[in-house]
Nanobody
Framework: QVQLVESGGGSVQFGGSLRLSCTASISIFSFKVVGWFRQAPGKEREFVARMDTGGSTDYENSVKGRFTMSREDAKNTVYLQMNSMKPEDTAVYYC?????????WGQGTKVTVTS
């Protein structure tokens, strides 16, 4: 069974940084796309960033230039480096991966940015 496990969440001050990790139970190359979504309190889940098998990335406009997605193939792990963080980045962050037509989600990791 495919599992995605996020880690790295926590509390950070305005302007600070955090790095989230998402470790898969299988090779990252098994997935066509791996991405990050977030859900703020009282809001719908929204797209943050994604990376395809070739390493190409795409970001939601509000995080461009601040967030960077990367991967470490040997550890079956993708990362989301978050810099210059803002209170509006506060949310539960979820890792998402697609293999064929099947999508998988992690359990989420909470990020809080204080002003």
């Amino acid at each position: 069974q495919v599992q995605l496990v996020e880690s790295g969440g926590g509390s950070v001050q305005f302007g600070g940084s955090l790095r989230l990790s998402c470790t898969a139970s299988i090779s990252i190359f098994s997935f066509k796309v791996v991405g990050w979504f977030r859900q703020a309190p009282g809001k719908e889940r929204e797209f943050v960033a994604r990376m395809d098998t070739g390493g190409s990335t795409d970001y939601e406009n509000s995080v461009k230039g601040r967030f960077t997605m990367s991967r470490e193939d040997a550890k079956n792990t993708v990362y989301l480096q978050m810099n210059s963080m803002k209170p509006e980045d506060t949310a539960v962050y979820y890792c998402n991966a697609f293999m064929g037509t099947l999508g998988y989600w992690g359990q989420g990791t909470k990020v809080t940015v204080t002003s």
